[in-house]
């Protein structure tokens, strides 16, 4: 009996046409989220070159942030941490992503304008 050839381009190409058309994985690690920031976040994931969205820890600042605002704060190995700032109140979010600084801005805008 004679064992199909496979063709490793074709494999691949379809590796990678289901990765892409696969959503983000949003974690789920603390029980507390700044108000209106988890459905930014989801439509965040819905975004091609997004792979996960962690949001992390919750704090305080002096300032005060009438409206929510999402900022790209510094490069993490494999993506950037971003801060959502409403009111006083801040948080991390890590993303893991293979866009470039300017792309992800480009999405968390439009994630925030939906």
């Known amino acids: 009996m ?3 050839t ?15 058309q696969k959503a983000a994985r949003l974690v789920w ?20 070159g997004i792979q996960t969205v962690t ?12 409206k929510m605002q999402l900022r790209v ?3 993490i190995r494999g993506g950037y ?5 409403q009111g006083k109140t801040v948080q991390e979010v890590f993303i893991l992503t293979t866009l470039p600084q300017d ?7 439009i994630a925030m304008r939906c």
């Open 2 to 4: 004679v064992k199909p």
């Open 6 to 20: 496979v063709d490793p381009l074709r494999t691949a190409s379809l590796r990678d046409a289901t990765r892409t």
């Open 29 to 48: 690690n603390h029980s507390t989220h700044l108000s209106g920031l988890i459905p930014i976040l989801e439509r965040l994931c819905q975004h091609d």
């Open 55 to 66: 949001p992390g820890v919750i704090g305080r600042s002096k300032g005060h942030c009438p």
């Open 73 to 75: 704060s510094v490069p």
């Open 81 to 85: 941490k971003v801060i959502a700032r």
């Open 103 to 109: 792309q992800l801005e480009t999405a968390l805008a």
